[in-house]
């Protein structure tokens, strides 16, 4: 009864919500959600060709195509474990309306359910978007029925709730254990630590061993690895099972793992319930005693140190914000070791001429841009944002917004140009790229690097989010999708323009006569330099009216 | 100090202030009175240019606010209605992070910041980040931050709110100080015994019109009989009869 006046509050809550969208609003939505449409049917497009391919493959193409849709299954599970780790923290101990949901007449049990069930649905959604058109790539591929997404649709629930609960249950057992705010903390360089380890596993695991059958010495290894079960006593796997049953017509086997799902994830949450009576509400009370007096240092340095002026104090202010808070320093563990199996990856290829190490080199510019990319999504963009409800300091004080955005991506482009320099440059060593192409794939990372910071201070002043409970809301926004967009597009428009100097100078690399077009070369480059300059003053000129237009 | 002329602001179909017109002198504590959703602190957000104003001007220390938003930003100072500062900076760091946006000179930051913390019994916190302050200590930390720089002009939305009797007290007779040196109050409260004791004139609001305007003697003129304190005058002018029948059913 209480469950349902919580979920109906909810489902109110989102009506009001929709009726009250202006018709801006309603086109605006509209327009970006048919933007998420097209990149789901370039993910969709993008997996059916790797999985036609694969399928296409003689005698062993089906045990390849199960045996990647295992790993996609143990991936999916992972990333929703550590994912809903983080959300039930916020959902369960921090959300704004817990204080007015623990003071009304509810007992634990339903609030814990209401906010479990909350942190399972955003700990797993997006992930699970992503993977359908995987699922549906898979039925083209196969050339399957309905029936079979039927199937796999009836398989997700429960798969996803158990990966949800995973992670719900260690948060409860660490606040249930260290109660007290400072656990927060611990739990981000935690999700962090096991993300990097996570990620790093998967990656040094050589996955496109899948593909390359020579790589394993002899091919009874190789069937051998194809034919393995892929963590038989996860539940991923049972899905994976499930789903590869209901593609092959055993609808007695697919019954078997659905039921074991269902019956599995039941008796996990059932689970989880107990354990949140006995735990939830001790660490929900410690997680709310004010936060431990922390001395940061005596009244002395302030004699020591040295004027900044307006816009040094914005930049200062940042750089300490940003060093006490765990959750900000902490992922740059994640940093490190992203950077660094991006580097492993590269110097596995297995490349063997130069020619195609040079190419490999160029197009480095795509790959590591993406890495770029998705480290603004977590460093740059949300940068307006985090300044939440304090942001009245700076509104206030007498320092313009573009002034307060030039300081915020002077801040996260340092990082940032270091990253592209490690990136570029390293790989450029490793493949031994000739001069014109290390010079050139260089040039446009630290290019793309800075354009690509611009873009995340402008498109975060355009969509900032005051009044947020936690960093993941700024990044899985709507302004948080644009971003990735529209960096994804400049990335790849940067990559089909350099492409002309590119194909000149391999031209050359071959011996053909007149292979440089002196006058194409050179409107490639202006093309390009006008797209960075499009792409760095678009957003942030619409940034900066937006922002000082906000009325948050 | 404070010159307003038709303010107005809408959001959508409702008008939150409509056509306000007020002055402000130098040395006047003004009290801004009136309901919740009257439209005080949308006055307030639009005079320290936190939200654009529909329609309408407003000058402060001489300075547009549309027009000169950084000059007349410079000269005044904020207290909102809810402290919220930087927690992750102490509390020591957060005035000299105020002191460097508002130009004050590194030495003389030195020198008050200190002060301020002491005056205010915030001292041995001063080195402590502001996550681990209360309400009070934060409206405290804030109210340092706006006498750091020495504004023209003082926006106060609810000052007293989460004060504790003896700051409260300190707080009342640094607003008179600062009053005698010269400095214009505009302040937001729902307290009308502080708005009785330390305005020199109050405003009364009612759904973003301002009702009555003047000295304590013109208002009691305006109150219809209402009575002789504030709280009956504020009562007869916002309907307060309505309290008799709501105390009768409860």
Same mark, same amino acid.
């Given at each position: 009864?209480?469950?349902?006046?919580?979920?109906?509050?909810?489902?109110?809550?989102?009506?009001?919500?929709?009726?009250?969208?202006?018709?801006?609003?309603?086109?605006?939505? @509209?327009?970006?959600?048919?933007?998420?449409?097209?990149?789901?049917?370039?993910?969709?497009?993008?997996?059916?060709?790797?999985?036609?391919?694969?399928?296409?493959?003689?005698?062993?193409?089906?045990?390849?195509?199960?045996?990647?849709?295992?790993?996609?299954?143990?991936?999916?599970?992972?990333?929703?474990?550590?994912?809903?780790?983080?959300?039930?923290?916020?959902?369960?101990?921090?959300?704004?309306?817990?204080?007015?949901?623990?003071?009304?007449?509810?007992?634990?049990?339903?609030?814990?359910?209401?906010?479990?069930?909350?942190?399972?649905?955003?700990?797993?959604?997006?992930?699970?978007?992503?993977?359908?058109?995987?699922?549906?790539?898979?039925?083209?591929?196969?050339?399957?029925?309905?029936?079979?997404?039927?199937?796999?649709?009836?398989?997700?629930?429960?798969?996803?709730?158990?990966?949800?609960?995973?992670?719900?249950?260690?948060?409860?057992?660490?606040?249930?254990?260290?109660?007290?705010?400072?656990?927060?903390?611990?739990?981000?360089?935690?999700?962090?630590?096991?993300?990097?380890?996570?990620?790093?596993?998967?990656?040094?695991?050589?996955?496109?061993?899948?593909?390359?059958?020579?790589?394993?010495?002899?091919?009874?290894?190789?069937?051998?690895?194809?034919?393995?079960?892929?963590?038989?006593?996860?539940?991923?796997?049972?899905?994976?099972?499930?789903?590869?049953?209901?593609?092959?017509?055993?609808?007695?086997?697919?019954?078997?793992?659905?039921?074991?799902?269902?019956?599995?994830?039941?008796?996990?949450?059932?689970?989880?319930? @107990?354990?949140?009576?006995?735990?939830?509400?001790?660490?929900?009370?410690?997680?709310?005693?004010?936060?431990?007096?922390?001395?940061?240092?005596?009244?002395?340095?302030?004699?020591?140190?040295?004027?900044?002026?307006?816009?040094?104090?914005?930049?200062?202010?940042?750089?300490?914000?940003?060093?006490?808070?765990?959750?900000?320093?902490?992922?740059?563990?994640?940093?490190?070791?992203?950077?660094?199996?991006?580097?492993?990856?590269?110097?596995?290829?297995?490349?063997?001429?130069?020619?195609?190490?040079?190419?490999?080199?160029?197009?480095?510019?795509?790959?590591?841009?993406?890495?770029?990319?998705?480290?603004?999504?977590?460093?740059?963009?949300?940068?307006?944002?985090?300044?939440?409800?304090?942001?009245?300091?700076?509104?206030?004080?007498?320092?313009?917004?573009?002034?307060?955005?030039?300081?915020?991506?002077?801040?996260?482009?340092?990082?940032?140009?270091?990253?592209?320099?490690?990136?570029?440059?390293?790989?450029?060593?490793?493949?031994?790229?000739?001069?014109?192409?290390?010079?050139?794939?260089?040039?446009?990372?630290?290019?793309?690097?800075?354009?690509?910071?611009?873009?995340?201070?402008?498109?975060?002043?355009?969509?900032?989010?005051?009044?947020?409970?936690?960093?993941?809301?700024?990044?899985?926004?709507?302004?948080?999708?644009?971003?990735?967009?529209?960096?994804?597009?400049?990335?790849?428009?940067?990559?089909?323009?350099?492409?002309?100097?590119?194909?000149?100078?391999?031209?050359?690399?071959?011996?053909?006569?007149?292979?440089?077009?002196?006058?194409?070369?050179?409107?490639?480059?202006?093309?390009?330099? @006008?797209?960075?300059?499009?792409?760095?003053?678009?957003?942030?000129?619409?940034?900066?009216?937006?922002?000082?237009?906000?009325?948050? | 100090?404070?010159?307003?002329?038709?303010?107005?602001?809408?959001?959508?179909?409702?008008?939150?202030?409509?056509?306000?017109?007020?002055?402000?002198?130098?040395?006047?504590?003004?009290?801004?009175?009136?309901?919740?959703?009257?439209?005080?602190?949308?006055?307030?957000?639009?005079?320290?240019?936190?939200?654009?104003?529909?329609?309408?001007?407003?000058?402060?220390?001489?300075?547009?606010?549309?027009?000169?938003?950084?000059?007349?930003?410079?000269?005044?100072?904020?207290?909102?209605?809810?402290?919220?500062?930087?927690?992750?900076?102490?509390?020591?760091? %957060?005035?000299?992070?105020?002191?460097?946006? %508002?130009?004050?000179?590194?030495?003389?930051?030195?020198?008050?910041?200190?002060?301020?913390?002491?005056?205010?019994?915030?001292?041995?916190?001063?080195?402590?980040?502001?996550?681990? %302050?209360?309400?009070?200590?934060?409206?405290?930390?804030?109210?340092?931050?706006?006498?750091?720089?020495?504004?023209?002009?003082?926006?106060?939305?609810?000052?007293?709110?989460?004060?504790?009797?003896?700051?409260?007290?300190?707080?009342?007779?640094?607003?008179?100080?600062?009053?005698?040196?010269?400095?214009?109050?505009?302040?937001?409260?729902?307290?009308?015994?502080?708005?009785?004791?330390?305005?020199?004139?109050?405003?009364?609001?009612?759904?973003?019109?301002?009702?009555?305007?003047?000295?304590?003697?013109?208002?009691?003129?305006?109150?219809?009989?209402?009575?002789?304190?504030?709280?009956?005058?504020?009562?007869?002018?916002?309907?307060?009869?309505?309290?008799?029948?709501?105390?009768?059913?409860?």
């Amino acid at each position: 009864m209480s469950l349902g006046l919580l979920a109906a509050r909810r489902a109110r809550s989102l009506r009001n919500a929709v009726v009250a969208l202006t018709p801006y609003e309603r086109a605006r939505n @509209a327009a970006f959600s048919a933007a998420g449409l097209a990149l789901l049917y370039g993910l969709y497009a993008g997996f059916r060709r790797a999985l036609v391919y694969l399928a296409g493959v003689e005698l062993i193409g089906r045990l390849m195509t199960w045996k990647l849709t295992a790993l996609m299954f143990l991936m999916t599970m992972s990333m929703v474990t550590v994912s809903s780790l983080l959300t039930a923290l916020t959902t369960l101990y921090y959300s704004f309306d817990l204080k007015f949901l623990m003071n009304a007449p509810l007992d634990a049990r339903t609030i814990f359910l209401d906010k479990s069930l909350e942190s399972a649905f955003f700990a797993s959604w997006m992930i699970a978007l992503v993977l359908t058109p995987y699922a549906l790539a898979l039925r083209a591929a196969l050339h399957l029925g309905w029936g079979f997404m039927a199937a796999y649709a009836a398989l997700l629930p429960p798969f996803l709730l158990l990966a949800a609960s995973l992670g719900i249950a260690f948060t409860l057992i660490l606040l249930y254990l260290f109660p007290s705010s400072r656990t927060r903390d611990a739990v981000w360089v935690l999700s962090s630590l096991s993300l990097t380890i996570a990620y790093g596993l998967v990656r040094f695991a050589q996955p496109e061993r899948l593909l390359r059958p020579d790589a394993l010495r002899v091919v009874a290894q190789y069937l051998e690895f194809l034919q393995a079960p892929t963590a038989p006593y996860l539940p991923s796997w049972w899905a994976a099972r499930g789903l590869r049953a209901a593609a092959e017509g055993r609808w007695l086997a697919w019954c078997a793992d659905a039921a074991l799902l269902w019956a599995c994830a039941a008796a996990v949450y059932a689970g989880l319930v @107990a354990l949140a009576a006995k735990t939830y509400f001790i660490g929900y009370s410690g997680a709310q005693e004010g936060a431990l007096r922390r001395r940061v240092h005596s009244l002395a340095p302030l004699r020591e140190v040295r004027a900044l002026g307006r816009e040094g104090a914005v930049l200062w202010k940042e750089r300490v914000v940003f060093l006490r808070d765990v959750k900000h320093w902490s992922q740059m563990l994640l940093i490190c070791g992203l950077v660094f199996v991006y580097l492993f990856s590269i110097r596995r290829l297995p490349l063997d001429s130069p020619d195609l190490r040079s190419l490999v080199s160029f197009l480095n510019i795509g790959t590591a841009g993406f890495v770029i990319a998705a480290l603004g999504l977590r460093f740059t963009f949300p940068a307006v944002s985090l300044e939440g409800r304090s942001w009245w300091v700076l509104r206030s004080a007498p320092i313009g917004v573009e002034r307060v955005m030039r300081q915020k991506l002077l801040f996260s482009a340092a990082p940032m140009l270091l990253v592209a320099l490690t990136l570029g440059a390293s790989t450029n060593w490793m493949l031994d790229a000739d001069r014109f192409t290390a010079a050139l794939s260089l040039t446009a990372l630290l290019v793309v690097a800075a354009v690509v910071c611009a873009m995340g201070v402008g498109l975060g002043a355009l969509f900032p989010r005051f009044r947020i409970e936690n960093i993941h809301q700024v990044e899985s926004s709507l302004g948080g999708f644009v971003y990735m967009a529209a960096s994804l597009f400049y990335i790849g428009a940067t990559v089909a323009v350099l492409a002309v100097p590119m194909q000149m100078h391999f031209r050359e690399r071959f011996g053909k006569a007149g292979a440089w077009d002196a006058r194409l070369a050179a409107a490639a480059g202006a093309a390009w330099l @006008a797209l960075s300059a499009a792409a760095i003053a678009v957003p942030w000129t619409l940034g900066r009216r937006a922002l000082e237009k906000n009325e948050e | 100090m404070i010159e307003i002329s038709g303010l107005t602001k809408r959001f959508g179909e409702r008008a939150a202030v409509s056509g306000l017109d007020l002055t402000v002198a130098s040395g006047e504590i003004f009290g801004f009175l009136g309901p919740n959703g009257a439209g005080k602190t949308t006055t307030v957000r639009m005079l320290t240019g936190l939200i654009r104003p529909t329609s309408g001007r407003a000058r402060v220390a001489g300075f547009d606010v549309a027009e000169n938003p950084i000059a007349a930003k410079r000269a005044m100072g904020l207290v909102p209605d809810e402290p919220f500062v930087y927690p992750k900076l102490t509390g020591l760091e %957060y005035l000299r992070f105020i002191g460097e946006l %508002y130009g004050v000179r590194l030495d003389e930051i030195r020198r008050r910041a200190p002060e301020l913390l002491e005056m205010f019994e915030l001292a041995p916190w001063g080195g402590e980040l502001l996550e681990s %302050y209360s309400h009070g200590m934060r409206q405290k930390l804030v109210l340092a931050g706006v006498l750091l720089h020495e504004p023209k002009v003082l926006m106060l939305d609810e000052p007293m709110v989460g004060l504790d009797p003896k700051s409260g007290r300190l707080v009342k007779d640094i607003f008179r100080e600062l009053a005698k040196r010269g400095t214009a109050i505009f302040m937001c409260t729902h307290v009308l015994e502080i708005a009785e004791k330390l305005c020199d004139r109050v405003g009364i609001m009612i759904d973003g019109r301002m009702i009555a305007c003047g000295t304590l003697a013109q208002l009691r003129e305006q109150g219809r009989g209402g009575g002789q304190d504030l709280e009956s005058i504020f009562l007869s002018l916002t309907g307060g009869a309505e309290y008799a029948s709501l105390l009768r059913y409860l």
